[in-house]
């Protein structure tokens, strides 16, 4: 971790995103503030078309903002070229996507690699590295499998594994649970908690309630904007799943 | 990240659908191996022409009768005793006479020729053995120094001499081929016995060396007698159909030509501008030859770069479909840190991957095919083709790679990771 303590990760100064022009002008993200301090997890919740996915994509350094002011660990992203683009997207933030968007045809050891191909480190580095990722999200035993053969919830597991290694100051995930049955969305989300617990910012676009109830801090966002923004723990307190474990919740 | 990241990922994509891209390969094997074989064929042609001229002697000339027509068409692959054969329209009383032949051998006067041979040539000649018969194409009446000028030898028993030749002597030498035909088997046996010719018996002394097959015509399908005793029961007395001349060393092959000139026009009454005959050397022959045979081959190399080049289309079709196939695989690594450079080298490479293996195996391919020998031609690989099919190839991977890598390295990740 680099940086004071004090300084949030995620700074977001009314931000909007517009698409089209004219008529057919749409606010996607409208004017939004949000700061998000190193170690909290965070929910943001909301019907489709309100604009999460695309808060997403701008915090995620996938998509520009077309106004505001945005700092990534307290760099202007808009300030930086392609190349620095891929390389702080690399270095600081982890994806896990609804759909899993591992790499087709390449095993869950060379997917969790990747990151590592890019950042430049040396393959054995890399391999020792990805294969204690591995070992975390418990698929020790599967870093031969190629997505194919591989369930959903261990494709999404490998996901976050990959996610992970680079040490990235905040994960991402965009529905992480929107492809899942119940028993791997718990697994999912347990190990949400333990990331959370062990001091990861995480940002987690959901429409679930059940998922949003794991987060230190829910927010509403409804046309662009954010319309509530609840605290249920401290940034500094582990989540709340692992306070008042919910009944029927595998820990 | 470093070039040999590219290629495993490169490597992958390549591996990933192996029929499509062994197909793709193909598309550049054909070309590549075209290229290699029609260039070989022209090289192999010029090999050829080259060859046969050589073996009649890089510092011979032929000295032949103009007909009174203005021009007439010579074929230059076509051995010069063999044409002339005493069609007898369109000819002026010009003659080619044995005295003409013996004034060439005048060392005072030509001092540059050091052989001359009278050629006459008797046409449909059949040789008859003990009811077996063939016909020879070349029947040629000569001297024993004609042999010397035409590197002709005998595998078996000996060569006519002059003594054979001022006594009229019916003795002849064998081509194999007509050897074969009459005694069968590998015609040896043909050796000391009498055949006929047109019913004229004469001994066979001696087998000549076998020449070989050039294009189509059977260099060893012929008879050599001496011009005598051909004159006397096959030719009749007529002109000669040419002399042949040997020049003392391939450097004064220019100068024998002027002395023949002289020597004839002294003798024909003539001047460069009335002059009945015409003598050429094999030099002439060879540029003629050779400057055919260039055009042939830039010809057929040119066509066979048509066929690289559609290669090279097929190449970047299969490159654009992969790249959209694959752009959410694009998505996704520029979401997790591929940069614009990283993409372009993995799409570039596979490209050229493509198109350098197929390039590797159009060569092999290319060059097993030019080890096959047909009807006696066989093309010879020429190394500059292999290095500009290789190059080609390896151009093409890097000219049709380079637009599909761009499209790939220009998507938006987030419009890439859209992508359905």
Redesign the interface.
Known sequence: MTGPPDRPVIDLRNVSKTYGVGETLVHAVDGVTLQVQRGDYVAVMGPSGSGKSTMM?LI?C??AQTRGLYRLDGVDVRLLD??QQ??I???KIG?V?QNF??????TALSNVE??L????VPARERRRRALAALREVGLADRIEHTPAQLSGGQQQRVAIA?AMV?EPVILLADEPTGALDSHSSEEVLALFDQLSAHGRTLVVITHEAGVAAHAKRVLQMHDGKIRSDERNAPVDAPPPALRHPPTGMAS | MSIAESARFAWRGLTANKPRSALTMLGILIGVASVIILVGVGTGANQSVTDTLNSLGTNTLTITRKSSDTTQLRNPFVAPSVDAAGSGTNIRDTRLTMSDAEALADPELAPAIRLVAPVVVATRVTATLNGASHPIPSTTGTTNAYLSINNDTVVAGRVFTDTDYRAHSRVLLTGRTVAEALAGGDGSSLLGQVIRLNGKEFTVIGILEAKGVTGRLDQDDRIIAPATAVQDHLAGYGDLSSIVAQAVSAAAVNDAQAQIESILDARHRTNVDTRDFTVTNSATFLNAAKSITDIFTVLLGSLATVSLLVGGIGVMNIMLVTVTERTREIGIRKAIGAGRSDIILQFMLEAVLLSVLGGIAGIIFGYLVCQIEISGFRAVVAPYSVALAFSFSLAVGLFFGIYPAMRAASLKPIDALRYE
């Open positions: 994509n995620g996938l998509d392609d190349r891929s390389r997207r690399n270095r994806f996507f968007n591992l790499i087709a045809r390449t990747l990151p191909v890019y950042a430049g990959r680079t």
